[in-house]
């Protein structure tokens, strides 16, 4: 939507490009034949989240990848941030609205156990998660509570194995065999089992600030578009909209932007908001372009 005003301009180097499709296509084709598909990014702090969403970005919007000062700070992900790409509708999957395009709209996750109400927010409003983890460190705190949340919240879920270029060289795939097999024995006490989709790449090969490279991130679009099933929305049902962020602009008044669970609604239609304070339940109305 209107959210995503640019092109993503940070030079990243990578080899995700054969999958993706240029934003400026998209652009040009009616909007009822690209399906949105919320893809949630989770994990412990630092494991590579950010780093990922940076990689597979091609569409900004205002609050994506760290950009809030706050965050540039302390070096992690204190918000919800929003971002996306495209790619081509997968020929084998069913398809029967005659979808041409997919954005994949990611929503990067803090890993701080501080932000547990942020992560719940973000993982509210996704239709497949991505569970990152740094694969030199395994399951850690966060990666656990994420893994809860992901059997309380989310139908499906991927597990990406970050930071694989901190491997030596060498002896890296039989490392990577070794840790896969060790955490697909975690995951077979889950309800995802020990078959769930595990990818292992690099977002940031050396942490680099500038000229970003990657290892292996295709791996990450492929395993999407290779197991992708159209989400399912209930369009029929009462309007839920679920608020991530609220704003003042000058000479507008207060914003707010958020995710659509369920039903429908039209530009000039009228929404009715309730205060979830408990201290003020006044009910006021709103146009739905807020």
Do not use: W
């Amino acid at each position: 939507g209107d959210v995503y005003k640019r092109q993503y301009q940070r030079r990243v180097h990578g080899d995700s490009e054969e999958y993706l499709t240029p934003p400026e296509e998209v652009e040009k084709v009616d909007k009822k034949v690209v399906l949105n598909v919320n893809v949630g990014i989770l994990g412990h702090v630092d494991s590579g989240k950010t780093s990922l969403a940076r990689a597979l970005t091609k569409i900004a919007s205002t609050a994506s990848l760290d950009k809030n000062p706050q965050s540039k700070e302390r070096g992690i992900t204190l918000d919800l941030g929003f971002s996306a790409f495209y790619t081509k509708f997968p020929s084998h999957a069913e398809n029967p609205n005659n979808y041409q395009y997919i954005q994949f709209t990611l929503v990067d996750c803090p890993g701080h156990a501080s932000l547990i109400r942020t992560i719940l927010g973000g993982a509210s409003i996704i239709d497949v998660m991505i569970l990152v983890i740094d694969i030199t460190k395994g399951i850690q705190t966060q990666t656990a509570e994420c893994l809860v949340i992901g059997e309380l919240i989310v139908g499906k879920m991927f597990v990406v194995l970050n930071k694989i270029d901190l491997l030596p060289e060498n002896d890296r795939q039989t490392q990577i065999q070794k840790k896969t097999e060790a955490l697909r024995k975690v995951f077979s006490k889950t309800r995802f089992g020990q078959d769930i989709q595990m990818t292992h790449i690099s977002a940031n090969v050396g942490a680099q600030e500038e000229n970003v490279n990657t290892l292996d991130v295709q791996n990450v679009i492929s395993m999407l578009l290779k197991n992708f099933e159209i989400p399912k929305r209930n369009v029929e049902g009462p309007f839920l909209y679920l608020i991530d962020h609220c704003f003042s602009i000058k000479g507008k008044g207060t914003v707010v932007t958020g995710t659509v669970i369920q039903g429908k609604v039209k530009i000039n239609d009228c929404l009715l908001y309730t205060s979830p304070s408990p201290r003020d339940r006044q009910k006021s109305r709103m146009p739905s372009s807020a």
